[in-house]
């Protein structure tokens, strides 16, 4: 008979526009020393757990990457309720921008600690076993699955084209250092690749607020442990009814 591992389970309660957050090891960056120091940088410059006053939901962990969950690729009508067709769309420095299954992303990471947020529309009641979603939630879903499909191909053609991959580890050198010196409203490229990619997902299916075009530029990883109704800065602002519900540790090793 088949085994439900924990990893299982945690899958099964993800759905497309959840956000999932890695506090990584950066000696096990796989992608070589110059990934190894945009990732020191990230979690020096652009992490902070120590202030009580920044209102992470979150109280210990530098949460550095991050990753969005996308629809996978559908090959008959039943995959599209299959938790195991989930993928997490990311931007990495080995692969570029990268969809892989969500269950595999998991039992591969060597991270620290990895945290799901899921997303929820208003009137949705996540994590509630009698819960039926009415006609108009989902119907709302079908629409951010098949925006967030849309933007997954998108992307993974772009890095493909233009070759992120050789770009992104230089991308996040230079966003967390014009960060420290106070100029990431200055800097074309993001201050966080990784939260860049995410908040773009959010704002392409209509989940995430784009005002300035500068929202996703800008955005940080811990930004999203921030409830948005309650800050106006360092948080990802999303649209009236949507709203991060409370974290959920998918994964927590030893420090």
């Known amino acids: 008979p088949n085994v439900q591992t924990v990893d299982d389970l945690l899958v099964?309660?993800?759905?497309?526009?959840?956000?999932?957050?890695?506090?990584?090891?950066?000696e096990k960056c796989a992608a070589g020393p110059v990934a190894a120091l945009s990732c020191l940088l990230s979690r020096s410059n652009l992490c902070n757990d120590t202030d009580p006053l920044r209102g992470r939901s979150i109280e210990t962990g530098k949460f550095d990457h991050c990753g969005v969950v996308v629809p996978g690729i559908m090959k008959n009508?039943?995959?599209?309720?299959d938790p195991s067709n989930l993928l997490l769309l990311e931007a990495t420095a080995s692969e570029g921008i990268v969809a892989r299954p969500l269950l595999t992303r998991?039992?591969?990471?060597?991270?620290?600690?990895?945290?799901?947020?899921?997303?929820?529309?208003?009137?949705?009641?996540?994590?509630?076993d009698d819960?039926?979603?009415?006609?108009?939630?989902?119907?709302?879903?079908?629409?951010?699955?098949?925006r967030l499909a849309s933007f997954r191909?998108?992307?993974?053609?772009?890095?493909?084209?233009?070759?992120?991959?050789?770009a992104h580890s230089t991308l996040g050198i230079i966003g967390s250092l014009a960060f420290m010196l106070g100029l990431q409203k200055r800097n074309q490229g993001p201050t966080s690749p990784s939260a860049w990619i995410c908040v773009m997902a959010l704002q392409d299916?209509?989940?995430g607020v784009n005002?300035?075009?500068r929202e996703a530029l800008e955005a940080k990883v811990e930004d999203f442990l921030r409830d948005h109704r309650f800050y106006d800065a360092d948080t990802v602002r999303l649209r009236p009814g949507w709203?991060?519900?409370a974290p959920v540790t998918m994964r927590e090793t030893s420090r």
């Not at 099964?12 to 950066?26: A, M, N, S, T």
């Open 12 to 26: 099964e309660k993800c759905k497309p526009g959840d956000i999932v957050l890695f506090d990584r090891r950066c």
């Open 77 to 81: 009508k039943s995959d599209q309720y």
């Open 106 to 128: 998991l039992e591969m990471s060597q991270s620290r600690s990895v945290v799901l947020l899921p997303v929820a529309s208003a009137g949705e009641q996540r994590g509630e």
């Open 131 to 146: 819960y039926e979603p009415s006609d108009r939630v989902v119907k709302l879903n079908e629409y951010v699955e098949k």
């Open 153 to 166: 191909d998108q992307w993974l053609g772009l890095s493909a084209k233009q070759g992120y991959a050789s």
């Open 205 to 207: 299916a209509n989940i």
């Open 211 to 213: 005002l300035t075009d």
């Open 243 to 245: 709203k991060f519900l």
